[in-house]
C-alpha cells in the first residue's frame, strides 16, 4: 500500500460508516453480522486480529461477545475513529499498519478476520501466506469478500481458490441476504472459512 492510498483512504473515513454494513446502524443489519460473526468464531473467547479494519465496527462487535481483538489499518484516520468508536471498551486494540504485512506475533491467533480488502492488495497469495502464519494450529481465517457491480473484487471460487493454495480448507457461504447490506443487491458477495487441513 502506498502513502496516497493511506491518503485516499483517510478521505473516505469521514463517510466509511454511512453504508449500513459499515457503520450497522440499523440494528437488522447489526444482528444479521453478529449472528455471522457468532457463526464464524469460536464461541469461547478467541484473540482475533481484524486485518484492514476500517472504523473498527467489526472489531468491536467480537470484542462484546469477550472475543480479544487486534485491528489493523493503513488509513490513520480510520484507525483513529475505530479508537473513538471502541472508547475505553476492554479487549481491544488499534494499530496502524499494512494488512498484508501485519506487525503481529506469528501463531498466535485463534482466528484472522478480513472484510472487503484481499481483492484490493497487489499479492493476495503473499498476504494470505503471511496470515496463516498469524494462526494457532487450530485457527480460521475468515474473508468476507465480493465480485462487485463495478467489476472489481474477487470471485467466491477465486478466493476458495486462493485459500486452498495457502495450505487450508476453504468453506463457501454466500451472503445475499439483504439484511447484511441494508439492500438488495445484485453482484456476488461471500465469506470463505479456512481451515489447516487435518
Known amino acids: 500500500m502506498t502513502s496516497r492510498e493511506s491518503e485516499r483512504w483517510d478521505a473516505q473515513a469521514a463517510s466509511f460508516d454511512e453504508e449500513a454494513d459499515h457503520g450497522l446502524h440499523d440494528p437488522l443489519v447489526r444482528d444479521a453480522w453478529q449472528s455471522l460473526l457468532r457463526s464464524l468464531v469460536p464461541p469461547i473467547p478467541s484473540r482475533i486480529a481484524d486485518l484492514g479494519c476500517g472504523t473498527g465496527t467489526l472489531s468491536l462487535l467480537l470484542a462484546e461477545d469477550a472475543h480479544r481483538v487486534d485491528g489493523i489499518d493503513f488509513s490513520p484516520e480510520m484507525v483513529r475513529r ?9 479487549g481491544i ?20 478476520l478480513c472484510r472487503h480488502v484481499l481483492w484490493a492488495l497487489p499479492d493476495p497469495a503473499a498476504a494470505l501466506a503471511r496470515w496463516v502464519e498469524l494462526l494457532v494450529p487450530d485457527g480460521r481465517m475468515v474473508l468476507v469478500e465480493g465480485s462487485w457491480s463495478t467489476g472489481a473484487g474477487l470471485t467466491a471460487d477465486q478466493t476458495v481458490t486462493l485459500v486452498e493454495e495457502a495450505g487450508l480448507t476453504a468453506d463457501l457461504e454466500l451472503l445475499s441476504d439483504p439484511a447484511y447490506w441494508g439492500k438488495r443487491i445484485d453482484d456476488e458477495r461471500y465469506v470463505v472459512l479456512g481451515r489447516r487441513r487435518a
Open 93 to 112: 486494540t488499534f494499530a496502524v499498519g499494512d494488512a498484508s504485512t501485519p506487525d503481529l506475533p506469528p501463531e498466535s491467533y485463534d482466528v484472522v
Open 82 to 90: 475505530a479508537e473513538a468508536k471502541a472508547g475505553t471498551f476492554p
